[in-house]
């Protein structure tokens, strides 16, 4: 997954986010100016066949590469920009929105919810992927939990869509739609590559360390016991951009 999102009722914003009028500009903000610069260019680049146009849009892409780099997502701005030059597509296709990941929170017959521990960071989190072309997204929840765990399951509502750039999960826009799941058995296994551990663990007897548990469990286990039935989201920010202090 691309990270755990924000505890609290539905539509909360994290303590941490951040707020228009802060003194200091911290790295996830610099990281997601970067990114919506890089955007907007590579979309315009996609559109495009004005020679002037285009060398504007790259321009745009060499603020956003330094941008980058100012918060240490970006050794060298001159291969970042040819890597996102190399992604730009034509028309329709070539207009940049987030990458989705799908989360399941996968509970079993004690109120249980099952965990990985991510071969990648060391941490715990609900198992989750990239959403594959072809599938819909309670199909991918399911595929995921069977490829990472060995553990078969039905999905039962979504119970989050989440920001995950938003909250430092992943330095790539990404949409996270988080699945409660019910367990219908299967064996556990943990998947060679991607987990070093697998389990099910009831909240007051998690794993450590776990990512951000102040943001997803409480949530999740409410969901799983029937006491929160909303969705998870971000609220809007207010503004979405920075004013003039």
């Known amino acids: 997954m691309t990270g755990p999102p924000p505890s609290g009722p539905a539509g909360s914003v994290p303590t941490d986010a951040g707020t228009p009028h802060d003194d200091a500009i911290g790295e996830l903000e610099l990281l997601r100016w970067s990114e919506a610069l890089a955007g907007i260019a590579r979309t315009g680049l996609g559109f495009t066949d004005s020679h002037y146009e285009r060398e504007r849009f790259e321009e745009v892409l060499a603020v956003a590469a330094d941008i980058r780099a100012a918060a240490g997502r970006c050794h060298d701005p001159a291969v970042q920009i040819t ?29 249980r919810v099952l965990l990985i ?20 997204s309670s199909e991918i929840a399911v595929k995921e939990v069977a490829e990472e765990t060995g553990i078969n399951c039905e999905p039962v509502r979504l119970i989050a869509v989440l920001d995950s750039m938003r909250h430092g999960f992943t330095s790539v826009p990404t949409y ?35 990512a951000g548990p102040d943001i997803w469990v409480e949530h999740a286990f409410n969901s799983v016991r029937s006491e929160a039935t909303g969705v998870l989201f971000d609220a809007p920010r207010e503004p979405f951009w920075r004013a003039e202090c």
């Open 83 to 111: 890597e996102w030059l190399a992604a730009v597509g034509k028309g329709v296709p070539g207009y940049v929105t987030p990458k989705v990941a799908v989360g399941a929170v996968v509970s079993d017959d004690e109120g």
């Open 117 to 136: 521990r991510r071969a990648d960071s060391g941490y715990w989190l609900y198992p989750t992927g990239w959403a594959d072309v072809g599938y819909s």
């Open 176 to 210: 996270s739609l988080v699945y409660h799941c019910r367990s219908l058995g299967g064996e556990l296994c943990a998947h060679p590559v991607e987990c070093t551990g697998v389990g099910f663990f009831s909240q007051d007897d998690l794993p450590s360390p776990l």
